[in-house]
C-alpha cells in the first residue's frame, strides 16, 4: 500500500480506499483517494479535469466580428456531438486565467459567433502546431490572429469566416447552439460544408464515399493537447479489433 502523508492543516478531506484486484494473475492493492467537487477550488477542479482527460482533440475556431475582423483561438475541449446532423461541440470559457473573479468578459470567439452565428473548426496539423500556439496569445480586440500567427485566411464557401490554409479538415459551421455552464458556453455548430485537403482525401472506400486518412501524411496528422503546456503527436498506432467485427466500412 503506498504511503500518503496527510497534513493536518489540509483543507481536503480525503478518504482512503484500499482497493484489491487480480490482475496479470497477481493479487495487487492500490490506494484511492476520493475527493468530491467541493474540496476543490474552481482552478484545482479545471487542472485535475485538463491534465487527466487526454489526449484531446484541438478545435481551431476562426471567427469574424460584425465589422468584418478575424479571429482565431484553439480549444482542446472539443469534440463530436453528432453525425446526423452533423453537429460539432467545444467549449468556451470566459477572457483570462481568473476563475476567482465574480465579473469576467467573453472571450472573441463567442462574443463573434453571437453576432454572427458562424465559425469554421479548423482540425489542427502537425506542421502548424507552432502557429496554433501562437494564435492563443491575448490580442487586443480586432487584431487578427492570422497576421499575428503568420497564417493566411482562405475564403469560406457558405459562411463569412475564413478557413485556415493548412488546416488537413475544415468544418463550416453555423450557430445550432451555445449552453452556458458556469462561465463556460458549450457552442455547438451544425456543419454547413466540409472542405479536405486533396492529400488526406480516400474518396470510396468498402462501399462509402469521401472517406479520409488524417494519419496518412505525418505533418498533417491532428495535434493533441495534453495538461499544462504539453502536446501529443500521433505516433504509435494500434489495431484492436472488436470480436463482431467492428462496425461496417472500417
Request: with cysteine; proline share 7%.
Amino acid at each position: 500500500m503506498a504511503d500518503y502523508t496527510i497534513h493536518p492543516l489540509n483543507r481536503h478531506k480525503f478518504i482512503l480506499e484500499t482497493l484489491s484486484f487480480t490482475a496479470l494473475g497477481s493479487h495487487a492493492t492500490v490506494s484511492t483517494i476520493s475527493l468530491s467537487p467541493s474540496d476543490f477550488t474552481t482552478d484545482e477542479m479545471y487542472f485535475v479535469l485538463r491534465d487527466a482527460i487526454i489526449p484531446r482533440p484541438i478545435a481551431w475556431v476562426s471567427s469574424v466580428d460584425a465589422a468584418g475582423n478575424t479571429n482565431l483561438a484553439p480549444y482542446s475541449f472539443f469534440n463530436v456531438c453528432s453525425p446526423s446532423p452533423p453537429i460539432l461541440g467545444f467549449s468556451c470559457g470566459p477572457r483570462g486565467e481568473d476563475r476567482t473573479n465574480e465579473r469576467y468578459a467573453l472571450k472573441d470567439t463567442w462574443a463573434n459567433i453571437q453576432a454572427t452565428k458562424e465559425f469554421v473548426i479548423n482540425i489542427v496539423p502537425e506542421n502548424l502546431a507552432e502557429a496554433m500556439v501562437r494564435s492563443s496569445d491575448p490580442l487586443p480586440h480586432g487584431e487578427s490572429e492570422f497576421a499575428h500567427a503568420a497564417l493566411t485566411p482562405v475564403a469560406s464557401t457558405l459562411v463569412k469566416p475564413p478557413r485556415v490554409q493548412g488546416a488537413p479538415i475544415a468544418y463550416e459551421c453555423v450557430l445550432r447552439e451555445g449552453i452556458a455552464l458556469g462561465r463556460n458556453t458549450w457552442v455547438m455548430g451544425e456543419v454547413v460544408k466540409v472542405h479536405i485537403d486533396e492529400r488526406v482525401y480516400v474518396g470510396e472506400k468498402r462501399g462509402f464515399k469521401h472517406r479520409v486518412d488524417v494519419l496518412k501524411h505525418v505533418e498533417l496528422r491532428p495535434y493533441a493537447r495534453l495538461g499544462s503546456n504539453f502536446y501529443a503527436r500521433l505516433r504509435d498506432i494500434e489495431t484492436l479489433e472488436r470480436r463482431d467485427g467492428g462496425q461496417a466500412g472500417t
